[in-house]
């Protein structure tokens, strides 16, 4: 158990829907990332929030969303869902929002759109 | 955009064989971490390298952060069945620190070690 919670762990569901990832981050971690692992493109940043504001954003659809609560837990939200979003979606979480520290990752969560 | 370009894709080797992977940019990194990730497991952090012409020992793992902070390697010494994964480097660059952390991931290397 890395610390890192994802839920849940496998999510089928058909295009045109919206579903929503959960992380909970490592206690005392306040910085939480959210990437995209397909087996084309491996492991692509999505966004990152740090202590409940967004800090950084990569190559997110704009039919995608996140937010970080006050309680550090995080959401990541897919809509109008299309078959190429299939992929596993993984939440990792860091001690401060720098890059030495490494990041410690969630189980993932494997979404699957038909 | 900085890209991480990581060699081999694959690898397949037997038992006891010696391996070395490799990893490239273009640009200097502030700082380097090695992963290994396990079928349905997320990405677990085995080392982070900042300082140029550093080498860490992790057991029978080696990892070598080049002078000039754009290449690292990682180096497994008599690979056992056990070291069967994807092994990904991922990289911060100098100027992100105080823009957002994030790491970027090279594709990674799939080594399979037979028994």
């Known amino acids: 158990d890395s610390g890192v919670t994802q839920t849940p762990k496998h999510l089928i569901t058909a295009t045109g829907q919206r579903v929503t990832l959960r992380c909970s981050p490592r206690?005392?971690?306040?910085?939480v990332y959210w990437y995209q692992q397909s087996l084309d493109q491996g492991l692509q940043f999505l966004i990152q929030?740090?202590?409940?504001?967004?800090?950084a954003k990569g190559n997110i659809l704009e039919r995608f969303s996140a937010q970080q609560f006050p309680d550090l837990h995080s959401e990541l939200n897919l809509s109008s869902l299309e078959l190429g979003d299939s992929a596993l979606y993984f939440c990792?979480?860091?001690?401060?929002?720098?890059?030495?520290?490494?990041?410690?990752f969630g189980s993932g969560t494997r979404l699957t759109v038909v | 955009t900085q890209l991480l370009e990581q060699s081999p894709q694959f690898l397949s080797i037997q038992e006891g064989e010696n391996l070395t992977v490799y990893c490239n940019s273009s640009?200097?990194?502030?700082?380097l971490q090695w992963y290994r990730q396990e079928p349905g497991e997320g990405p677990v952090l085995l080392v982070t390298?900042?300082?140029?012409?550093e080498v860490k020992k992790l057991k029978r793992l080696t990892f070598q952060f080049g002078d000039a902070r754009k290449d690292s390697s990682l180096h497994i010494t008599a690979a056992q069945p056990g070291d069967t994964g994807l092994y990904l480097c991922?990289?911060?660059?100098?100027?992100?620190?105080?823009?957002?952390?994030?790491?970027?991931f090279g594709e990674g290397t799939q080594l399979t070690v037979n028994p």
């Open positions: 929030y740090y202590n409940g504001e967004e800090r």
């Open positions: 991922a990289g911060a660059w100098t100027g992100q620190e105080t823009s957002g952390s994030r790491l970027t």
């Open positions: 990792a979480s860091s001690v401060v929002g720098t890059n030495y520290y490494g990041y410690t």
């Open positions: 640009s200097v990194f502030s700082s």
């Open positions: 390298v900042v300082t140029g012409g």
């Open positions: 206690s005392g971690d306040l910085s």
